[in-house]
């Protein structure tokens, strides 16, 4: 097998388990890939007229439908229950958020960046963890 074929067959997207007390369950958050990551990024800019914003509403939720998964790595929810979710425990998606900030390396600079593009005009996100 070559170098390349190796590196694309690589298991690189970890996984850890997260015990949700408020619904008795045991989920698992996942590693996001780079296509991934880049798409809910850009989800969080929103073009307002001439003006750019960063979009917060349901943060947490939009975030949790790509993350949690099955021990397989398999997502539990698709983008359309961001809403649903949204109305869940704001402590359990707190906790779900912060794993996955951890795991992907989201962090207050990515957001912070991103607010600086809306400020300065610029249409997409940093991507700089």
Same mark, same amino acid.
């Given at each position: 097998?070559?170098?390349?074929?190796?590196?694309?067959?690589?298991?690189?997207?970890?996984?850890?388990?997260?015990?949700?007390?408020?619904?008795?369950?045991?989920?698992?958050?996942?590693?996001?890939?780079?296509?991934?990551?880049?798409?809910?990024?850009?989800?969080?800019?929103?073009?307002?007229?001439?003006?750019?914003? $960063?979009?917060? &509403? +349901?943060?947490?939720? =939009? #975030?949790?439908?790509?993350?949690?998964? !099955? %021990?397989?790595?398999?997502?539990?929810?698709?983008?359309?229950?961001?809403?649903?979710?949204?109305?869940?425990?704001?402590?359990?998606?707190?906790?779900? $958020?912060?794993? &996955? +900030?951890?795991?992907? =390396? #989201?962090?207050?600079?990515?957001?912070? !960046? %991103?607010?600086?593009?809306?400020?300065?005009?610029?249409?997409?996100?940093?991507?700089?963890?």
């Amino acid at each position: 097998m070559s170098l390349r074929d190796e590196i694309l067959a690589a298991d690189d997207l970890p996984r850890e388990p997260l015990v949700v007390k408020e619904w008795g369950k045991t989920v698992w958050v996942r590693t996001l890939s780079g296509t991934e990551r880049d798409a809910f990024e850009a989800s969080n800019v929103r073009q307002k007229g001439k003006a750019t914003e $960063f979009h917060r &509403a +349901n943060l947490r939720a =939009r #975030l949790a439908v790509l993350v949690v998964c !099955d %021990a397989d790595g398999k997502r539990l929810f698709s983008d359309e229950d961001a809403t649903a979710l949204g109305r869940k425990s704001g402590a359990a998606l707190d906790r779900i $958020f912060d794993l &996955a +900030n951890r795991l992907n =390396r #989201l962090s207050e600079q990515t957001q912070e !960046d %991103a607010e600086k593009n809306c400020e300065s005009g610029q249409n997409a996100p940093s991507t700089s963890a």
